[in-house]
C-alpha cells in the first residue's frame, strides 16, 4: 500500500506515526489541515453534508496540535467560533465532539481555562442533552477546582465571576413574572431571548453554589452573585438564589463528592432470611444495621447559611430591595414563594439587627390561624426582631396575635403556638409586650392540655428573668420577688456577679492571699491600671463628667477643695485603690454588683458565670429543690452546649419550636403493620409470651397478674371495693392497725 493511500485512508495510523516524529510526517499533516481548512467551510454551508468526516478530522488535528503549535494556532478559535456562532443548526454528535476535542486541548495546556470556559458557559444553557450538559457542568467545576487545588488562581477567579455576573445581569431588566396561574401564562417570557436569560441566570447561580458547597469559592463575591440572583425576574432563579441562603436545598448532585445512598434496612433483613444462616452473617448485618443507625442519628440538621449572609455587601439595602420585591408583586407570586423571601428577610434582619419597618405592617395580614403554612409565617416574624426593633412597631403585631390564636375559639394546638410566637418575638424584644395582655396570657398555664401549659409557662419565665416588675406579685417567683424587695432588680443577661465574686473570693483564700496584703496587687496584673504616670501624661485631656454628680468643686488645689467640701469624700479612683490594699478589697466587697453591671465582661467571665451558676443549680437539685431547679438546671446545660457549638440565643428557629410538644400523630397503615411484625419476632405463631412460657415450672399468670389488667368499671363493682366504700370507721380503725403491725413485722 502507498504512502499517499496510507495518508488519507488511515487518520489514527497517521496521527501515531506524527506522534512519534513529527518532523518527518509535517507535509502529510499540512495536507490533512488544508483539507480541513476546506471542509470546514462547505460545513458551514451545509453542516449535514460530510459531517463524520470533519468530526473525524477535527480529532486528528486536536490529537496533533502540540506536535505543530504554530500550524494549529488559529485551530481552537475556530472550534469556539462554530460553536458559539451555529450552535442551534448544528446536529447532537458534532457538538458533543466539538466539546470533547476543545476539553482535550485545554488538558494538552494548547489552551487557557479562561479561553475553554469563555465557549462553554455561553453554550450550557442552550444544551439540551443531558450527556453533553452534565459534561460540560462536571468540566467547568474541576477545571476551577483543579486551578484552586494548591492556591487561589485570582486571575481565573476574577473571569469566571465576572463571566457569572454578566449571565445574571442579562436578565435582570426584565419584567417580574411569578409563579401564580393565568398572570404566568400571559405575562411569561414569548421570545427565545428572554427564556435564555433565564436560563442563563439559573445556572450561574447553580455553578456559583457548587462552587460555594465544594469551598472553592468562600469570600463574597459568589454571595454576590446569589444575591443579585435574588432579585432576578424569573421566579425559578429567585427561588434558587433564596434557598441558597436559607441553606434548606443541599441537592444530591452528580458530583465527585457524592454522598452514600441511605442504607435500606429492610432490605438487609430481607436478604438475611433467604440467605444461609452462618455467625459471619449476623456479624456483617448487624454491622451494617449498627452503621446506618449511626448515620441516621448523625445526619447533620439543616441550617441557614452563616457565611453567606454574614458576607452579604451593603444588608440594609439587599433587605429593603427584598421588602420592595414582596411588597409589589404580592399577588403574582404564590404562597409558597412568598414565604422564602419572607424568610430570607426576616433572617438577614436578624443576622444583621436591621430595621425594615413595613414588614411587620405587611405580615400582619397573614397572621390568622386559617392561613396555610401560618408556622413558617411565624417563624419568619420571630427571626425578624431583635433587640434593636422599635417595640411600638410589635406591639400591634403581638395584639394581633393574641386576638387571633389565643382565645377559646380555637383549638389548643393553635393556642400553643400563638404562645410561643409571643414568647420568641418577646425573647428578642421583651419590651414590645404589654402589662394587660401578658397577665391574660400567662392565665393559660392552668389549661388542661400540655402544650398551651408548657408554652404559657414558658412565657412566664421569660418575664421573670428579663422584667419581672411586669408580672404580678404572686406570679414573680422567689428570686425575682426577693430581688424587687430588696431594691434590686436582676441583672441584664444573668450576670450572676455575687456568684463571680464569691467564686474569685474563694480562690483568694485557696492560694493564701489575706485580705490587705502585697500579693493582691497581682489581681490586676494585665489589666490597664491607672497610675501617677498615666496621671501626669493625662493632665491636659478633658474627661467626660456625668450629670449626676452634683457633689463637683473646681479649685486649683486638693487643699481648698478638702476645706470647701469637708463632709463630702470624692469618689475612689482605681489608680487610688490600687495602692491602698485594704481598700482594693474593701470596695471591690461593698460594690460587687455596681461593678459588675457597668463594667463589659469578656466571653471567659461569661463561661465561667455560666459554670457556676451550674454548680449552684446542682447543688440545688442535691438538697431536693424540686421540679423547678431540675428545669432550671437543664435550661443552663442546654445554653452551655449552645454557646460551645456557637449558636447565640438569637439564632434561627424552627417551626417545631412554634408548634411546641404534640401529641403522638396516629400511625398508618404501614407503621401498624410493622408494630406488629416486631412484636412477633421471638415467638412462635399464635403463641404469647406471658404466663407459663417465661416461667421455670409450668403455670399460667397468677390471679394477682389478671386483676392488673382489668377494666376499672368491672374493679369498681367488685364487692372488695363496695366493702371498703360502705366500711364504718371502726373497720377503717382496725384495718390501719392491722396494716401498721403488719408494717413493722416486715421491718425486723
Known amino acids: 500500500m502507498g504512502r499517499g493511500v496510507l495518508l488519507t485512508a488511515n487518520l489514527p495510523q497517521l496521527q501515531n506515526l506524527i506522534k512519534r516524529d513529527p518532523t518527518a510526517y509535517k ?26 468526516h470533519f468530526r473525524e478530522l477535527v480529532s486528528f488535528i486536536s490529537q496533533v ?57 455561553p453554550i450550557l444553557p442552550r444544551t439540551t442533552s443531558p450527556t453533553l450538559r452534565t459534561f460540560i457542568r462536571k468540566t467547568i467545576l474541576s477545571d476551577i477546582r483543579t486551578a484552586n487545588m494548591r492556591s487561589k488562581n485570582h486571575k481565573l477567579n476574577r473571569a469566571v465571576q465576572a463571566m457569572l455576573f454578566g449571565m445574571v445581569e442579562r436578565g435582570i431588566e426584565g419584567e417580574v413574572v411569578g409563579d401564580k396561574g393565568k398572570l404566568r401564562a400571559t405575562n411569561g417570557p414569548t421570545t427565545d431571548r428572554s427564556a435564555y436569560n433565564g436560563e442563563e441566570a439559573m445556572w450561574a447561580v447553580i455553578l456559583t453554589k457548587e462552587l460555594w458547597r465544594k469551598g472553592i469559592w468562600t469570600d463574597t463575591k459568589p454571595v454576590a452573585i446569589v444575591a443579585l440572583g435574588c432579585f432576578h425576574p424569573v421566579t425559578k432563579v429567585q427561588s ?52 446506618a443507625k449511626k448515620k441516621k442519628h448523625n445526619k447533620p440538621v439543616t441550617a441557614a447559611n452563616f457565611p453567606a ?20 408583586y404580592d399577588k403574582r407570586f404564590s404562597l409558597d414563594h412568598k414565604i422564602l423571601l419572607m424568610q430570607l428577610l426576616s ?16 405580615i400582619v395580614k397573614y397572621l390568622t390561624h386559617r392561613q396555610l403554612r401560618v408556622p413558617s409565617i411565624l417563624v419568619a416574624l420571630a427571626q425578624s426582631v431583635h433587640d434593636l426593633t422599635p417595640p411600638d412597631a410589635l406591639t400591634p403585631v403581638i395584639r394581633k396575635l393574641a386576638q387571633e390564636f389565643v382565645h377559646p375559639g380555637v383549638g389548643s394546638e393553635v393556642i400553643a403556638a400563638g404562645l410561643n410566637a409571643i414568647r420568641e418575638v418577646c425573647r428578642r424584644q421583651p419590651w414590645s409586650m404589654e402589662e394587660d395582655l401578658l397577665g391574660d396570657l400567662i392565665e393559660y398555664r392552668k389549661s388542661r392540655d400540655k402544650a398551651v401549659t408548657a408554652a404559657a409557662r ?46 474569685l473570693q474563694s480562690l483568694r483564700e485557696e492560694e493564701g492571699v489575706v485580705l490587705g496584703e502585697e500579693d493582691d496587687e497581682g489581681a490586676w496584673d494585665g489589666w490597664d491600671v491607672e497610675s501617677d504616670a498615666s496621671d501626669s501624661d493625662s493632665e491636659d485631656e478633658w474627661h467626660n463628667v456625668s450629670d449626676d454628680e452634683d457633689n463637683i468643686v473646681i479649685s486649683d488645689s486638693e487643699d481648698e477643695a478638702e476645706k470647701a467640701n469637708p463632709k463630702s469624700e470624692a469618689p475612689p479612683r482605681i489608680s487610688t485603690l490600687a495602692t491602698t490594699k485594704v481598700g482594693l478589697n474593701d470596695f471591690i466587697m461593698q460594690n460587687t454588683v455596681a461593678q459588675y453591671s457597668q463594667q463589659i465582661l469578656t466571653p471567659a467571665d461569661f ?72 412484636g412477633r419476632e421471638g415467638r412462635e405463631k399464635f403463641k404469647s409470651n406471658k404466663g407459663k412460657v417465661n416461667k421455670e415450672s409450668a403455670s399460667s399468670s397468677t390471679n394477682r397478674e389478671k386483676a392488673r389488667n382489668k377494666p376499672i368499671m368491672m374493679i369498681l363493682s367488685s364487692g372488695a371495693v363496695r366493702g371498703k366504700k360502705k366500711a364504718s370507721l371502726r373497720e377503717k380503725q382496725q384495718r390501719l392497725r392491722k396494716h401498721i403491725e403488719k408494717s413493722k413485722k416486715m421491718r425486723h
Open 347 to 362: 433572617r438577614v434582619m436578624g443576622a444583621h439587627k436591621l430595621c425594615v419597618l413595613g414588614f411587620y405592617t405587611y
Open 65 to 121: 496540535a502540540t506536535c505543530y503549535p504554530k500550524e494549529t494556532a488559529e485551530f481552537p478559535g475556530q472550534i469556539s467560533s462554530l460553536l458559539l456562532e451555529n450552535y442551534g443548526t448544528l446536529s447532537p454528535d458534532t457538538r458533543k465532539t466539538l466539546v470533547q476535542n476543545l476539553v482535550m486541548l485545554r488538558n494538552k495546556d494548547v489552551i487557557s481555562s479562561i479561553e475553554l470556559l469563555k465557549c462553554l458557559f
Open 240 to 291: 434558587a438564589s433564596v434557598h441558597f441562603f436559607l441553606g434548606s436545598d443541599e441537592e444530591k448532585e452528580d458530583s465527585d463528592d457524592e454522598q452514600e445512598e441511605e442504607t435500606d434496612v429492610r432490605a438487609l433483613h430481607h436478604r438475611r432470611e433467604i440467605n444461609k444462616k452462618t455467625r459471619s452473617g449476623d456479624k456483617k448485618l448487624q454491622k451494617l444495621l449498627n452503621a
Open 27 to 52: 507535509e502529510e499533516f499540512l495536507q490533512q489541515l488544508n483539507h480541513y481548512n476546506s471542509i470546514r467551510q462547505i460545513f458551514k454551508i451545509n453542516p449535514d453534508e460530510q459531517a463524520q
Open 607 to 678: 463561661a465561667l458565670l455560666n459554670d457556676l451558676r451550674i454548680q449552684e443549680a446542682n447543688k440545688a437539685v442535691e438538697n431536693g429543690g424540686g421540679s423547678h431547679a431540675k428545669r432550671k438546671l437543664a435550661t443552663l446545660e442546654v445554653n452551655k452546649k449552645s454557646a460551645q457549638s456557637g449558636d447565640q440565643d438569637n439564632s434561627f428557629i424552627s417551626e417545631n419550636d412554634i408548634l411546641g410538644p404534640r401529641k403522638k400523630a396516629k400511625a398508618d397503615y404501614a407503621e401498624r403493620m410493622a408494630s406488629i411484625q416486631k
Open 458 to 503: 414558658g412565657l412566664l419565665q421569660l418575664f421573670r428573668e428579663v422584667n419581672p416588675g411586669m408580672l404580678k406579685r404572686r406570679e414573680r417567683g422567689k428570686d425575682a420577688s426577693m430581688s424587687i424587695a430588696g431594691g434590686t432588680q436582676p441583672l441584664p443577661f444573668g450576670h450572676s456577679a455575687d456568684l463571680l465574686e464569691d467564686h
Open 309 to 328: 449572609l454574614q458576607l452579604l455587601n451593603d444588608p440594609q439595602t439587599f433587605a429593603e430591595k427584598l421588602y420592595d420585591i414582596l411588597n409589589r
